[in-house]
Structures are given as C-alpha cells and as structure tokens.
C-alpha cells in the first residue's frame, strides 16, 4: 500500500514550458487535491475533484489544469510555466462519507518545480 | 470567509522541554473540522488528528496533546517531553462541514519546531 503517489520528484522548466505532474493513490479514496506551498504561504489549493468524473477550482487555479483520469490518478497540467508557479506541488486524497467530505486528507510527497 | 493563524513563526527548544503550538482559527460556520499536519525536512505531510467543532474534549496520545477551545477559537498543540525527532513544520488547518468550500483545507502559515539535543 503505497498511499499517494507523485511524479516527478523535481522538475525544472523554463519560462513557457508545459508540463504534466501526475498522482495517483491506491487507498480508494474517492476525493483527490493538488496544492501548492509556497515559503511563508502554507498550503493553498489550486484544483480538487470530489470524485471520479467532476473537477472544481479552489483558491489559485489560474495557470494550471486537471484531468481525473479515473479513480486513482489526478494530474496537473502547466501549460505554459510561468517563474510565479516556482513552488513545491502535493496531491492529496481523502475519503467522502455519506456525511460531507470532512475526513483527514493523506497526501503525496510532493513535486518540487522550478521555472526559471 | 476562512482563515487560521499561526502566530509563531520559529519556535527553538532544548530536547525534553516541553512546547505549544498555539492555532487561532476564524470561521462563520457552526461545524466545521480543525487539523493538525507535520511536516519533517523531508517534506511529506503527515496527518495528526481531526476534531470536530462539536467536541471539545481534549485529546492525548502519548506526547502529543491537543487544547480545544471553541470559546477562543484556538486549538493548540502540546508536545510534551520533546524529541529531536518532534523537528518539523507543524500546520494547523480548518475546514468547513458543508457548503461552498467545504473540500478546502485552509492551512495557517506554519510553526517551525526545532528541537536541540
């Protein structure tokens, strides 16, 4: 049982680049995140998908895309890096109960990406 | 709208003291679920505990212990006996029961612990 999964570890592109940073979980969750955390900044959400077909922005989406490509994996696309997505990225997943989708979020080790 | 606040920014102490990570949250909701996550250099992000709004009991598990106090809107970390181990970043998070929002984890800034053998 490996949790929740990411790659790649690092990644560095250069200004205008694209990429595609991929998750996947393997607890069953129904629910999955990305975040971003930036120095100072905490955690802020930037997608999330309640589950398997539905994708909803959260507080920063501008810049970035997802696909939840099934049950286990949700990926995060840039589709043109910019020095300001310069950040550390987690995928996080979490079970949602008949009573609302309060249950504790187990997260990836993260993706640290640097645009330069 | 949600927010949480951790005033402590770096927090030192020797091994065997004990600490407190202080957490002050504000929200309009009724319900909602507070969190605690640690985060060591490694950089994963670990889960702690849940509590819900309705229950304010407080919660030990072994050194750990967590302050519940709706009255205050704080939820406080104590780590009791600490451990170099215990050196992380500790975030405090909320987040709404239901409703616009609810799948939002609202994290404060972070606490770094450094714990000195």
């Known amino acids: 049982n490996a949790g929740v999964t990411q790659t790649p570890k690092f990644q560095v592109l250069k200004t205008g680049q694209s990429m595609t940073l991929q998750c996947a979980q393997d607890?069953?969750?129904?629910?999955m995140y990305w975040y971003r955390q930036d120095p100072g900044m905490g955690l802020r959400l930037i997608y999330y998908?309640?589950?398997?077909?539905?994708?909803d922005k959260g507080e920063v989406p501008n810049g970035y895309n997802v696909s939840r490509l099934n049950k286990r994996e949700f990926s995060l696309r840039l589709e043109s890096a910019a020095p300001s997505q310069t950040s550390v990225y987690f995928c996080?997943?979490?079970?949602?109960?008949?009573?609302?989708?309060?249950?504790?979020?187990?997260f990836g080790p993260g993706t640290r990406l640097t645009v330069l | 709208a949600q927010k949480v606040t951790q005033a402590q920014t770096e927090i030192s102490v020797v091994e065997k003291e004990d600490v407190t990570l202080d957490c002050v949250y504000e929200?309009?909701?009724?319900?909602?679920?507070l969190f605690w996550y640690k985060q060591p250099p490694s950089g994963e992000l670990v889960f702690l505990i849940r509590?819900?709004?309705?229950?304010?009991q407080n919660e030990i598990s072994g050194r750990y212990s967590w302050n519940f106090q709706k009255s205050t809107s704080s939820f406080n970390f104590t780590i009791t006996a600490s451990q170099v181990v215990d050196s992380a970043v500790y975030f405090c998070?909320?987040?709404?029961?239901?409703?616009?929002?609810?799948?939002?984890?609202?994290f404060g800034k972070g606490t770094k612990l450094s714990v000195i053998p």
């Open positions: 509590r819900n709004s309705f229950d304010e």
């Open positions: 998908s309640a589950s398997e077909g539905t994708t």
């Open positions: 996080a997943s979490s079970v949602m109960t008949s009573g609302g989708p309060y249950n504790e979020q187990f």
């Open positions: 607890m069953n969750h129904n629910s």
């Open positions: 998070a909320l987040r709404r029961s239901q409703g616009a929002g609810s799948y939002q984890l609202t």
């Open positions: 929200t309009r909701d009724t319900t909602y679920y």
